[in-house]
């Protein structure tokens, strides 16, 4: 149900509905996964994990598992030593653990045999012999001063900002104790997200093979084929140039693929070692381990807000926890505050976060990275603030909205924003104001909304180089290959590179062949993350793509003696503008252009505008573009037990201009459900015993780890809003991760209008809901003081570090 | 332990010497390479396994195949037929009900079972079919929505035929 149609006329496919270009090879069955490889002679590999959430290593003994028929090859960590890690600040992991593990399922040592059964076994003989440590299970712990405790058997890395505090960060916009001053209504809250997963059907596998010509291919399933290939160069001591990494079509991502990992670099040795292809495929146990999910965060706000409802003054202090590992925490922790600003302009705010290392699976970006969490609790105070006011929660909104073409207190660019479109559509479509004044208790409506970036402004290491690349060969036979580094996770973005490449040449998609995500053929992309694809893979095709265009129609023109200016590419065929003369076909026209110009072929890049401010953490926020979504929920919650159902959700999405509506509403639509699944009960949670198994993963299966099924989705009504935004490919933004972020304050601020119970964390339980209620029959609060208010109690008293002060942009 | 299996699959009558404790799902994967059906467990959690038994529905990852010996298995390789995509796979490909693609398998084979017994299910019908299966890109909507696209194509092939 898009908007402003008009600016689609004379497009061809850009804006409609068209099949995924990989669609029916999926249906049938015929796309082959990395798992799905078999090559000659593969050996299959299984890595030994550490049942101890904190240990030195002392010793490994892989004698006899190496005596064991079958195995071909073991290995440590002394066998590939060098340490790696997605960013350069955060280098702290090993292919497998040399002097100790840091969570339970650190892998020590792993052992390539003829079949999996046969390596599985081996694992048994391997003898490791640890010194256990004390172990950090929870944020309060890990925040513990180290000179309390035992310096060296209590931090995790020493590399840490100090103590187990993995990193800190403090930054003021404006000046926060004015903004307070100004303020008519001012509340302080804490908030809990708790963590949870990624939880792709598929696992993580690799296969690789060491070629005659010594050179390493790894086929993975990553979302990252370009900092995967990075990684194993360092990894492996070996030139770049002599590894290939070919990611294999991803079933299923979400963030959760977007780091080199352990058992890429493992196959590779293993590989090295046996000279034969080698493939290690992860348990389902083991991807609740590999993790890098969503951080549980606990929040204190403290939010100023003047009578007409502006914003005078936000104060966001964040307690992240991080896991053993750096992964992309400290971008994580960043994020827990850099977005906040981007929906409704914030006169004065500051923003203070620790991100803490504890021994359990590290945390990392999933869908939304670090966003859903403060997003959560912003949208949940609105809705408070707006009964302090008497306000419409919509209303309330609709009056502050970031102008476009605007710079947010933090120094944002804000090109357009289309929320108060969507949040008109949702609320219109929802009959929100009266369904939520009006309905009968157990009935509830809630108003969630977000914003994301369509794209990170940097890369993940810095460098001034273009981010995604696209090179375009165009055979005499009118066959068009277009090669770029992108990955397609299932989000369609090899059908987006399709179908701008024939909107641009006026061909069938059907004519297309897409090369992705090969470091030997392709041009680098940096990968499938931060919902970078579609615009920056988009625009870079469209830079390849127009000169030929400009080739094939200036060769044209020299042959039927037309201006070139007159002509245009349409429907496989060189056509006037004016519609007169006959269709010269593609393939005519091609070689025309070959004759003229020698072989067919053009490159094209995107860089990122930059946009963002000049203080230290600056670089995390800035982005080409940001999405906005609005997101009505319609609850039923009995208000006697607490159970509850999402009954309807209606999404607005304003994706600037959908590239293909089905495939944007599909992502919409995905988007929501993992929203709703991690509002309503995803959870990763460990046991956090001082006693051995502290740190064992409570729920590591997908029948304990519940998610939605196809029976608890509810329907979803789903606009876009199109403000055709100036630095997206045909005006397009981002839709994969966006949608997600109003789906949990949705569902928060509909069970308060449905039983009058305030959830403050998330998942929200119907255990939860039940506390809240009791509460509200016996009229007594519970331990947060505010009756049938059901959230954090505690927030740890610590002291952040003097806040770096950065004027606003106003000032 | 090692025993010689005759598995018939997709109308095929396949020999397979392998070992007996080997699931199904592995011996189709690992013996017979028909890996179009997958795996997200292997311990009956997740349905991506799924295949059909005489036309039920059942996780590969949970059946020992010398149980199935003399049974026909289906699965998705042999949905189409002499090439030509089932009504259900061409559904899939137009909704835009394969985003990752790693469930469809599984997906497809079940809502073959259910078409088969209800040619005409409504959407919950459907929901409740495909319920044992885990989707984590579509939200289910264009999945459930390619069904009825495709049971709706079958009732016109049927007329036609």
């Given at each position: 149900?898009?908007?402003?149609?008009?600016?689609?006329?004379?497009?061809?496919?850009?804006?409609?509905?068209?099949?995924?270009?990989?669609?029916?090879?999926?249906?049938?069955?015929?796309?082959?996964?990395?798992?799905?490889?078999?090559?000659?002679?593969?050996?299959?590999?299984?890595?030994?994990?550490?049942?101890?959430?904190?240990?030195?290593?002392?010793?490994?003994?892989?004698?006899?598992?190496?005596?064991?028929p079958?195995?071909?090859?073991?290995?440590?960590?002394?066998?590939?030593?060098?340490?790696?890690?997605?960013?350069?600040?955060s280098?702290?992991?090993?292919?497998?653990?040399?002097?100790?593990?840091?969570?339970?399922?650190?892998?020590?040592a792993?052992?390539?045999?003829?079949?999996?059964?046969?390596?599985?076994?081996?694992?048994?003989?391997i003898?490791?012999?640890?010194?256990?440590?004390?172990?950090?299970?929870?944020?309060?712990?890990?925040?513990?001063?180290?000179?309390?405790?035992?310096?060296?058997?209590?931090?995790?890395?020493?590399?840490?900002d100090?103590?187990?505090?993995?990193?800190?960060?403090?930054?003021?916009?404006?000046?926060?104790?004015?903004g307070?001053?100004?303020?008519?209504h001012?509340?302080?809250?804490?908030?809990?997200?708790?963590?949870?997963?990624?939880?792709?059907?598929?696992?993580?596998?690799?296969?690789a093979?060491?070629?005659?010509?010594?050179?390493?291919?790894?086929?993975?399933?990553?979302?990252?084929?370009?900092?995967?290939?990075?990684?194993?160069?360092?990894?492996?001591?070996?030139?770049?140039s002599?590894?290939?990494?070919?990611?294999?079509?991803?079933?299923?991502?979400?963030?959760?693929?977007?780091?080199?990992?352990?058992?890429?670099m493992?196959?590779?040795?293993?590989?090295?070692m046996?000279?034969?292809?080698?493939?290690?495929?992860?348990?389902?146990?083991?991807?609740?381990?590999?993790?890098?999910?969503?951080?549980p965060?606990l929040m204190?706000?403290?939010?100023?807000?003047?009578?007409?409802?502006?914003?005078?003054a936000?104060?966001?202090?964040?307690?992240?926890?991080?896991?053993?590992?750096?992964?992309?925490?400290?971008?994580?922790?960043?994020?827990?505050?850099?977005?906040?600003?981007?929906?409704?302009?914030?006169?004065?705010?500051?923003?203070?976060?620790?991100?803490v290392?504890?021994?359990?699976?590290?945390?990392?970006?999933?869908?939304?990275?670090?966003?859903p969490?403060?997003?959560?609790?912003?949208?949940?105070?609105l809705?408070?603030?707006?009964?302090?006011?008497?306000?419409?929660p919509?209303?309330?909104?609709?009056?502050?909205l970031?102008?476009?073409?605007?710079?947010?207190?933090n120094?944002?660019?804000?090109?357009?924003?289309?929320?108060?479109?969507c949040?008109?559509?949702?609320?219109?479509?929802?009959?929100?104001q009266?369904?939520?004044?009006?309905?009968?208790?157990g009935?509830?409506?809630?108003?969630?909304?977000?914003?994301?970036?369509?794209?990170a402004?940097?890369?993940?290491?810095?460098?001034?180089?273009?981010?995604?690349?696209?090179?375009?060969k165009?055979?005499?036979?009118?066959?068009?290959?277009?090669f770029?580094?992108?990955?397609?996770?299932?989000?369609?973005?090899?059908?987006?590179?399709?179908?701008?490449?024939?909107?641009?040449?006026?061909i069938?998609?059907?004519?297309?062949?897409?090369?992705?995500?090969?470091?030997?053929?392709?041009p680098?992309?940096?990968?499938?993350?931060?919902?970078?694809?579609?615009?920056?893979?988009g625009?870079?095709?469209?830079?390849?793509?127009?000169?030929l265009r400009?080739?094939?129609?200036?060769?044209?023109?020299?042959?039927?003696?037309?201006?070139?200016?007159?002509?245009?590419?349409?429907?496989?065929?060189?056509?006037?503008?004016?519609?007169?003369?006959?269709?010269v076909?593609?393939?005519?026209?091609?070689?025309?252009?070959e004759t003229k110009y020698?072989?067919?072929?053009?490159?094209?890049?995107?860089?990122?505008?930059?946009?963002?401010?000049?203080?230290?953490?600056?670089?995390?926020?800035?982005?080409?573009?940001?999405s906005?979504?609005?997101?009505?929920?319609?609850?039923?919650?009995d208000?006697?037990?607490?159970i509850?159902?999402?009954?309807?959700?209606?999404?607005?999405?304003?994706?600037?201009?959908?590239?293909?509506?089905?495939?944007?509403?599909?992502?919409?639509?995905?988007?929501?459900?993992?929203?709703?699944?991690?509002?309503?009960?995803?959870?990763?949670?460990?046991?956090?015993?001082?006693?051995?198994?502290?740190g064992?993963?409570?729920?590591?299966?997908?029948?304990?780890?519940?998610?939605?099924?196809?029976?608890d989705?509810?329907?979803?009504?789903?606009?876009?809003v199109?403000?055709?935004?100036?630095?997206?490919?045909?005006?397009?933004?981002?839709?994969?991760?966006?949608?997600?972020?109003p789906?949990?304050?949705?569902?928060?601020?509909?069970?308060?209008?449905?039983?009058?119970?305030?959830?403050?964390?998330v998942?929200?339980?119907?255990?939860?809901i039940?506390?809240?209620?009791?509460?509200?029959?016996?009229?007594?609060?519970?331990?947060?003081?505010v009756?049938?208010?059901?959230?954090?109690?505690?927030?740890?008293?610590?002291?952040?570090?003097?806040?770096?002060?950065?004027?606003?942009?106003?000032? | 332990?090692?025993?010689?299996?005759?598995?018939?699959?997709?109308?095929?009558?396949?020999?397979?010497?392998?070992?007996?404790?080997?699931?199904?799902?592995?011996?189709?994967?690992?013996?017979?390479?028909?890996?179009?059906?997958?795996?997200?467990?292997?311990?009956g959690?997740?349905?991506?396994?799924?295949?059909?038994?005489?036309?039920?529905?059942?996780?590969?990852c949970?059946?020992?195949?010398?149980?199935?010996?003399?049974?026909?298995?289906?699965?998705?390789?042999?949905?189409a037929?002499?090439?030509?995509?089932?009504?259900?796979?061409?559904?899939?490909?137009?909704?835009?009900a394969?985003?990752?693609?790693?469930?469809?398998?599984?997906?497809?084979?079940?809502a073959?079972?259910?078409?088969?017994?209800?040619?005409?299910?409504?959407s919950?019908?459907?929901?409740?079919?495909?319920?044992?299966?885990?989707?984590?890109?579509?939200?289910?909507?264009?999945?459930?929505?390619?069904?009825?696209?495709?049971?709706?194509?079958?009732?016109?092939?049927?007329?036609?035929?």
């Open positions: 149900m898009s908007e402003n149609k008009d600016f689609q006329a004379g497009l061809t496919w850009i804006g409609k509905s068209w099949a995924q270009v990989d669609g029916l090879a999926k249906a049938k069955g015929e796309t082959v996964y990395a798992d799905d490889m078999f090559l000659p002679r593969m050996l299959f590999a299984k890595m030994l994990r550490s049942p101890h959430p904190h240990a030195r290593i002392k010793s490994i003994d892989l004698t006899q598992a190496l005596k064991r079958g195995v071909v090859a073991a290995m440590t960590g002394k066998d590939l030593p060098i340490p790696f890690g997605i960013l350069p600040v280098q702290d992991e090993e292919s497998l653990c040399v002097d100790k593990v840091r969570m339970i399922g650190d892998p020590v792993a052992v390539a045999a003829i079949d999996e059964e046969t390596a599985e076994s081996a694992l048994e003989d003898v490791v012999e640890y010194e256990l440590l004390p172990s950090v299970l929870t944020i309060e712990d890990g925040l513990k001063s180290l000179e309390e405790t035992e310096i060296s058997k209590t931090q995790i890395h020493e590399y840490a100090s103590g187990n505090i993995h990193k800190q960060v403090a930054l003021e916009f404006g000046d926060i104790e004015t307070f001053a100004e303020a008519d001012i509340r302080e809250e804490l908030y809990y997200y708790e963590g949870n997963t990624h939880l792709p059907i598929e696992q993580h596998s690799a296969v093979q060491h070629g005659a010509d010594g050179r390493i291919t790894l086929w993975s399933s990553t979302q990252t084929p370009h900092y995967v290939h990075r990684a194993l160069a360092k990894v492996l001591e070996m030139p770049a002599q590894i290939r990494v070919i990611a294999t079509p991803v079933g299923g991502g979400f963030g959760g693929k977007t780091d080199p990992f352990q058992h890429e493992v196959v590779c040795k293993l590989a090295m046996t000279g034969r292809p080698v493939k290690l495929t992860l348990t389902r146990e083991e991807v609740f381990y590999t993790h890098r999910g969503r951080h965060v204190w706000v403290k939010a100023g807000m003047k009578s007409d409802g502006s914003i005078t936000l104060h966001f202090r964040n307690f992240l926890d991080g896991g053993a590992y750096g992964s992309y925490g400290v971008a994580s922790t960043y994020y827990t505050g850099a977005l906040q600003t981007v929906t409704y302009p914030i006169a004065n705010y500051k923003f203070e976060a620790m991100r290392f504890t021994n359990k699976a590290p945390c990392g970006p999933k869908r939304g990275h670090g966003t969490q403060p997003r959560f609790a912003l949208e949940v105070l809705d408070k603030f707006a009964e302090d006011l008497e306000l419409d919509a209303e309330l909104r609709l009056r502050h970031i102008p476009d073409n605007s710079k947010t207190v120094h944002l660019t804000v090109t357009t924003n289309g929320l108060g479109e949040i008109r559509k949702v609320t219109e479509a929802s009959r929100f009266q369904q939520r004044t009006g309905s009968s208790l009935k509830g409506f809630g108003l969630g909304c977000g914003s994301y970036l369509s794209g402004g940097l890369p993940v290491y810095w460098n001034k180089m273009p981010h995604s690349g696209v090179q375009i165009i055979d005499r036979g009118g066959g068009v290959t277009v770029c580094g992108s990955t397609d996770i299932g989000q369609g973005s090899n059908s987006v590179l399709a179908g701008i490449v024939a909107e641009e040449l006026g069938d998609i059907g004519n297309i062949i897409v090369v992705t995500a090969d470091t030997d053929l392709t680098v992309d940096l990968g499938s993350y931060s919902s970078r694809v579609t615009l920056m893979t625009n870079a095709a469209i830079d390849a793509a127009r000169p400009e080739k094939i129609l200036s060769a044209a023109s020299e042959v039927l003696k037309i201006p070139a200016e007159k002509l245009m590419l349409r429907n496989s065929s060189v056509l006037s503008k004016n519609g007169s003369g006959e269709p076909s593609f393939v005519d026209a091609v070689q025309w252009a020698g072989m067919l072929g053009s490159v094209g890049s995107y860089t990122p505008p930059s946009h963002g401010g000049k203080y230290k953490g600056a670089g995390v926020g800035p982005s080409p573009n940001y906005y979504s609005a997101c009505v929920a319609e609850v039923t919650c208000p006697e037990s607490g509850y159902r999402v009954d309807k959700l209606w999404m607005a999405h304003d994706i600037g201009q959908a590239i293909n509506e089905k495939l944007v509403i599909g992502q919409v639509e995905g988007s929501a459900y993992m929203g709703l699944s991690e509002a309503m009960m995803e959870e990763q949670i460990y046991r956090t015993g001082k006693d051995n198994p502290g064992l993963h409570k729920t590591p299966s997908m029948l304990d780890y519940k998610s939605l099924t196809a029976l989705m509810p329907e979803i009504e789903t606009f876009l199109e403000t055709h935004d100036p630095e997206g490919p045909y005006g397009a933004k981002e839709a994969g991760q966006g949608p997600l972020l789906i949990m304050p949705a569902i928060a601020n509909a069970i308060y209008n449905a039983v009058g119970v305030r959830v403050d964390e998942p929200i339980t119907p255990e939860k039940y506390q809240g209620l009791k509460e509200l029959k016996s009229g007594k609060p519970g331990g947060s003081g009756i049938g208010r059901v959230g954090p109690k505690k927030f740890p008293k610590i002291t952040f570090p003097e806040a770096i002060k950065v004027k606003s942009v106003d000032s | 332990m090692k025993q010689l299996l005759t598995l018939k699959i997709n109308g095929e009558t396949h020999e397979v010497w392998t070992s007996t404790h080997k699931t199904l799902l592995e011996v189709l994967r690992e013996d017979l390479y028909l890996t179009g059906t997958k795996h997200g467990c292997e311990l959690e997740c349905g991506a396994c799924s295949v059909l038994i005489d036309g039920e529905p059942v996780l590969a949970l059946i020992l195949p010398v149980e199935v010996q003399g049974q026909e298995i289906q699965t998705i390789e042999g949905l037929k002499n090439g030509v995509p089932h009504p259900l796979q061409t559904a899939f490909a137009e909704q835009g394969s985003q990752c693609g790693y469930c469809s398998p599984a997906m497809l084979m079940t073959k079972a259910l078409l088969e017994i209800n040619s005409n299910p409504d919950n019908t459907i929901r409740e079919a495909l319920s044992g299966t885990l989707c984590r890109c579509t939200g289910y909507s264009k999945i459930i929505e390619a069904v009825e696209q495709a049971a709706g194509e079958l009732a016109v092939m049927r007329q036609n035929s």
